[in-house]
């Protein structure tokens, strides 16, 4: 993965998976430059048993092949960037996957398209389930709810009608780049 | 600035919109978003698609997302299902490729053969 979005967006695939009704993404930027990235989800959850092995590139719910990188390699880059990495999990409760990141670190992934990926996730999951964002940085904060988007649009007009994907897009950038712009790397 | 009362009006023009449209003209993309898909470049190509579409505001066309098929070497892959034809699957898709895409074999009925996994195999 070439950036820290780009593992947002396949990380989210799991909790979506999991039959989530709200994620919610938190990222924050503290004054000594240490990133958090949080996917807390609604969904299933995993068992004990699951949880302990689901770092392992060898592990995978899917049945087609006998791996999944996802996990593993959200770990690696983490704890590469002098960061930690933290899974937890409850069956019929949730998930919630927690990395942190130093952004002096040479070795920490630039964070990237952050508006494109949460745009990505509701245009691909057009009617369910509901995102929550909240980001912080230096710079101040920002926060997007689908919920509020949906509860003015009607829940049954979905996310990728054009008219709508646009609105999305630009309310995004609005919300995102005061905060995230320029912010890093 | 974007506000929600935005969507109170797009709402209204949707709703008529969605209730003309018929399933048998529907044209649909699928694209590979799986890990292997993300990291080959899939965002990029899905939001090309949601772009380009709405340009050209072609109502009939959906686009939606499927997991990892396999052949991850391919990726970013997408397939593209018109009503009545074989569904065609492009490999090794990036965002410059998309505006073709759409206007030769979405909007004119003709594949784009050089960008198709059948031109990769021959």
């Excluded at chain 1, 630039?110 to 909240?134: A, H, I, K, Q, Y």
């Excluded at chain 2, 391919?74 to 206007?103: A, C, F, N, W």
Aim: net charge negative; charged share 25%.
């Amino acid at each position: 993965m070439r950036d820290l979005s780009l593992h947002l967006l396949d990380l989210a695939q799991n909790s979506i998976t999991a039959g989530a009704a709200l994620v919610t993404i938190r990222i924050s930027l503290d004054d000594s430059g240490m990133l958090t990235m949080e996917l807390i989800d609604d969904g299933k959850g995993m068992s004990p048993e699951l949880l302990e092995r689901v770092t392992s590139p060898f592990a995978t719910t899917r049945t087609t092949r006998k791996v999944g990188l996802g996990i593993p390699m959200m770990k690696e880059n983490a704890e590469k960037a002098g960061g930690t990495f933290l899974l937890e999990s409850e069956e019929g409760k949730g998930t919630r996957l927690k990395a942190t990141m130093d952004t002096r670190n040479i070795d920490c992934l630039p964070l990237g398209d952050l508006g494109g990926t949460l745009l990505s996730l509701m245009l691909t999951n057009p009617l369910s389930p509901d995102f929550l964002f909240e980001g912080k940085t230096p710079k101040g904060e920002c926060s997007f709810d689908t919920r509020e988007v949906r509860a003015a649009l009607g829940s049954e007009i979905p996310f990728n009608e054009p008219s709508v994907a646009a609105w999305l897009k630009e309310a995004l950038e609005e919300e995102m780049n005061p905060i995230f712009g320029g912010v890093m790397l | 600035m974007k506000s929600l009362a935005d969507l109170e009006a797009i709402r209204a023009r949707t709703l008529e919109n969605i209730n003309m449209r018929k399933d048998e003209d529907a044209c649909r993309v699928v694209i590979g978003m799986a890990t292997c898909g993300i990291a080959a470049g899939a965002r990029p190509v899905m939001l090309a698609f949601m772009d380009e579409i709405a340009k050209r505001n072609l109502k009939h066309v959906t686009v939606s997302q499927t997991g990892c098929i396999g052949m991850c070497r391919y990726e970013p892959m997408l397939d593209v299902i018109l009503p009545g034809q074989e569904k065609v699957t492009y490999i090794h898709v990036k965002p410059e490729m998309v505006p073709r895409i759409v206007s030769e074999h979405i909007v004119n009925g003709h594949p784009v053969v050089e960008y198709t996994i059948g031109a990769a195999n021959d």
